[in-house]
Nanobody, 121 residues
Framework: QVQLVESGGGVVQAGGSLTLSCAASRNRYSINFMGWGRQAPGKQREVVAGMTSGGSINYSDSVKGRFTVSRDNAKNTVYLQMNSLKPEDTAVYYC???????????????WGQGTQVTVSS
């Protein structure tokens, strides 16, 4: 089991920036994948950014060039720097972790409780 605690959501104007943080509970085994997903009202949940313990990264097309994911493996923490935010980025953002899976999955095992990000126009 992994407990994930997100922080950093809030309300920001279009064009602004926010940084999300997520700390994972300490476990015997190292976590391979850590990343972020989101779900906007009336839409399906999607994975927007992720990073493996080896440093491989991917982004969804909708955030590429604007969002940056990073992690501190020693602290079991992952970050999401969000720049040039748009109203369509408004969603609940979830931290994601998985011991086994790598990039590109849609079936990650652990999701946090979520933090609301609202971008006003």
């Amino acid at each position: 089991q992994v407990q994930l605690v997100e922080s950093g959501g809030g309300v920001v104007q279009a064009g602004g920036s926010l940084t999300l943080s997520c700390a994972a509970s300490r476990n015997r085994y190292s976590i391979n994948f850590m990343g972020w997903g989101r779900q906007a009202p009336g839409k399906q949940r999607e994975v927007v950014a992720g990073m493996t313990s080896g440093g491989s990264i991917n982004y969804s097309d909708s955030v590429k060039g604007r969002f940056t994911v990073s992690r501190d493996n020693a602290k079991n923490t992952v970050y999401l720097q969000m720049n040039s935010l748009k109203p369509e980025d408004t969603a609940v953002y979830y931290c994601i972790a998985d011991y086994r899976r790598g990039l590109g999955s849609t079936k990650y095992d652990y999701w946090g409780q979520g933090t609301q990000v609202t971008v006003s126009s």
